[in-house]
């Protein structure tokens, strides 16, 4: 019975793709893909916040490291100072040289910190502060010039402002990603240029006032770094507080600065007379100059003071940035995490809700599946003996939702399938009876046929009417194999025992017998074995199937070879061999499963009907047969029969004994010109059990 299916649309290919998944896969797919796609957000905003706690971290530590770098500013401006100052003192000299000893102090001031910067930083230390830090230990040269002599300040002036503008810029505070988030980066960038341009007012007043030759342009550059500290100080408020912003505008109000604020104011008066004319004025300027340098050290104290504080206060606010971010990064995986603890069990106990009806709907359904297997084996066995209707079980219907609803149809079908296998098998059963009669008839009226043959045959002597009656003999034999064979079918199996071993040579001598064109077949007895008296009835028909088929459909001048021989294990091998056509490889193939494969006639039809008779018998008896092709074309069959069907023993030897005996009388009868001798295997076939005497007069070749 074939299925079709009604209403359902061809499935597209993304469609048919997911149609071919199990209904679990599509469970989880439906609830897995949301869930992993809020898991993906969360663990993007967790790993967000937990970069951004890791970035805040390093932020404070470059913060409080960066102390380090405007410590080393301010010493820079310090050795700035005495630089200049030495140089002055060189101009306003008077025979002996000036003392070196406080530029020297501020020289190692600076090595000193540019060590503690390198610890500070240590393998994070930025690569352009690195070359900062060896422009700042490139100054040597200048020292030692500034040491020898007077030497203008134009000329110190650049090398000093270069190398405290290149350790800010080492840090690349403005363009740190870590830092640019927070804006911390543009505030420690503006607090350290806003200390550093007011480094430099001061040293640019300081210098002015000394009235050196080149007081004016120092005097110039004074006005330039206050522009620049005050565009750094209005930078620096952009983005600190309003209290930071005050913290740093204290530099302005103190009373060191209040000092430099007034010889600023001074030099402002009268810009072109800040240049002594004469070396007399200018030690006077310098000597001036030197009493008000101490206000110059305390403001340069209170101004790295000030810029540590405000440096401290920014690390501090980058620490509780990255304390901020870890405590959100923290709740928002608790948050994350119970969430999904949460949506997974709900997730889990709805899918059981549905999962576990449907396993358990598949798991009778399969249950059922498999006993409806063997239903449909066993009443598709052509060998079972349970002949009865199908058993099916029912499917528990366990829910009373649309599962329940499945399972009440599934119930449905499985009863009327149940009902239609019942009525196949009452039709098998009733066609298999009427098949059975049919050739039990036949079977009863070919022997009395044969009987009224024999019994006319014994009392004629002329020779054409027994060629006649020989043939009507042989068309009869070959009908009651019909007839044999139809009952088999039909299941029917009627055993002959009236009847002693026979030697297999003799057993196929009279399937000979029962076929057309027997004197196209050549037969070559290579062994003496005979065949226990239950399998000869069987054999015989099994081994006539087979020359029916190999003179059947092979050439009429082209000789079926048929060789008896001994096989291994005590076994004999009857090999049937035409020059036919043959068979392809695939059906032949087909042939030798349908051989071995137990199945009804009625649901695997053959073509060759001789050879599903020739598989039921082997079957029934255990006997092996093979088909292969026959070199040059054709067909070969191979029947091998076992050694529990052969007699053993002496009984073997007096048997072959008889059997070589009755051969060469055979023979001599067939020499003498009868035909009856040609006849004489299809003779005794004809009588039912096959007698030696008549099977053994049919020629042996080989």
Request: aromatic fraction near 4%; proline fraction near 4%; avoid cysteine.
């Amino acid at each position: 019975m074939a299925t079709r299916e009604v209403g359902v649309p061809r499935p597209r290919r993304i469609r048919g793709f997911a149609d071919r998944w199990p209904f679990r896969r599509k469970l989880n797919l439906l609830v897995g893909v949301p869930l992993t796609v809020v898991a993906a957000l969360l663990a993007y905003l967790i790993a967000d916040q937990t970069a951004q706690s890791r970035n805040a971290s390093d932020a404070a530590r470059l913060v409080r490291e960066s102390v380090e770098v405007a410590t080393l500013v301010d010493r820079l401006a310090a050795e700035h100072q005495q630089a200049v100052l030495l140089s002055v003192r060189h101009e306003a000299a008077q025979g002996s040289a000036p003392s070196s000893a406080a530029y020297r102090t501020a020289q190692s001031l600076v090595n000193t910190q540019i060590e503690r910067v390198r610890d500070a930083f240590g393998d994070r230390l930025p690569e352009t502060e690195a070359q900062a830090l060896r422009t700042v230990e490139g100054l040597s040269s200048l020292r030692e010039t500034v040491e020898q002599g007077y030497l203008p300040a134009d000329n110190i002036d650049p090398a000093y402002t270069h190398a405290s503008q290149g350790l800010i810029d080492g840090l690349q505070l403005d363009r740190n990603p870590d830092l640019a988030t927070t804006f911390t980066g543009n505030l420690l960038d503006s607090l350290l240029r806003a200390g550093a341009a007011h480094s430099a007012f001061e040293t640019g007043v300081f210098s002015a006032s000394t009235g050196d030759s080149n007081a004016l342009i120092e005097f110039i550059g004074a006005i330039g770094a206050y522009d620049e500290y005050t565009h750094q100080s209005e930078r620096f408020a952009r983005f600190a507080t309003e209290a930071q912003s005050g913290t740093l505008d204290g530099i302005k109000y103190t009373h060191a600065q209040t000092t430099i604020s007034r010889q600023y104011a001074e030099l402002q008066i009268d810009p072109g007379a800040v240049q002594a004319e004469s070396p007399a004025e200018v030690r006077r300027s310098l000597a001036e100059a030197l009493d008000s340098y101490g206000a110059y050290r305390d403001q340069a104290k209170t101004r790295l003071a000030i810029t540590t504080s405000l440096i401290d206060q920014i690390a501090d606010q980058a620490d509780s940035a990255s304390e901020t971010a870890a405590l959100r990064a923290l709740v928002l995986l608790g948050v994350a995490l119970f969430g999904f603890a949460l949506w997974l069990v709900l997730t889990m106990l709805v899918r059981r809700s549905v999962v576990h009806p449907v396993q358990a709907l598949t798991s009778a359904a399969r249950q059922v599946a498999l006993v409806a297997e063997r239903e449909l084996a066993r009443v598709a066995d052509d060998d079972a003996e349970d002949d009865g209707p199908p058993r099916l079980g029912e499917l528990p219907v366990m829910a009373r939702d649309e599962i329940g609803e499945l399972a009440g149809a599934f119930n449905q079908v499985q009863t009327t399938a149940v009902a239609l296998l019942e009525r196949q098998v009452l039709s098998r059963r009733n066609t298999a009876e009427m098949f059975g009669n049919v050739g039990r008839r036949v079977s009863n009226l070919t022997t009395r046929q044969l009987s009224l043959i024999d019994a006319v045959e014994r009392g004629e002597t002329d020779p054409a009417l027994l060629e006649r009656l020989y043939s009507i003999d042989h068309i009869a034999v070959r009908l009651r194999r019909n007839a044999d064979s139809l009952m088999l079918l039909a299941g029917i199996h009627e055993a002959v025992l009236d009847t002693g071993p026979l030697a297999l040579t003799n057993v196929v001598r009279a399937s000979l017998g029962q076929i057309e064109g027997y004197q196209r077949v050549e037969l070559r007895a290579r062994t003496e074995v005979v065949v226990e008296p239950e399998v000869i009835g069987d054999l015989t028909l099994m081994v006539a199937e087979l020359l029916e088929n190999a003179v059947s459909f092979s050439p009429e001048g082209r000789p079926v070879e048929v060789t008896v021989a001994d096989g291994e294990h005590g076994s004999a091998v009857i090999v049937v061999a035409d020059h036919g056509l043959g068979m392809s490889p695939e059906r032949l193939d087909e042939e030798n499963a349908r051989l071995i494969r137990r199945e009804r006639l009625d649901l695997v039809p053959t073509k060759v009907l001789g050879l599903f008779v020739v598989g039921t018998l082997a079957r029934r008896w255990e006997i092996a047969v093979a088909l292969s092709r026959t070199p040059g074309g054709g067909v070969t069959a191979e029947v091998t029969v076992p050694s529990s069907l052969l007699v053993t023993g002496s009984t073997t030897g007096s048997l072959a004994t008889a059997a070589l005996a009755a051969v060469a009388g055979g023979t001599g009868a067939k020499e003498s010109g009868g035909t009856k001798a040609d006849d004489a295997g299809r003779a005794a076939a004809a009588t039912g059990p096959v007698s030696s005497a008549a099977t053994l007069s049919a020629p042996v070749s080989g």
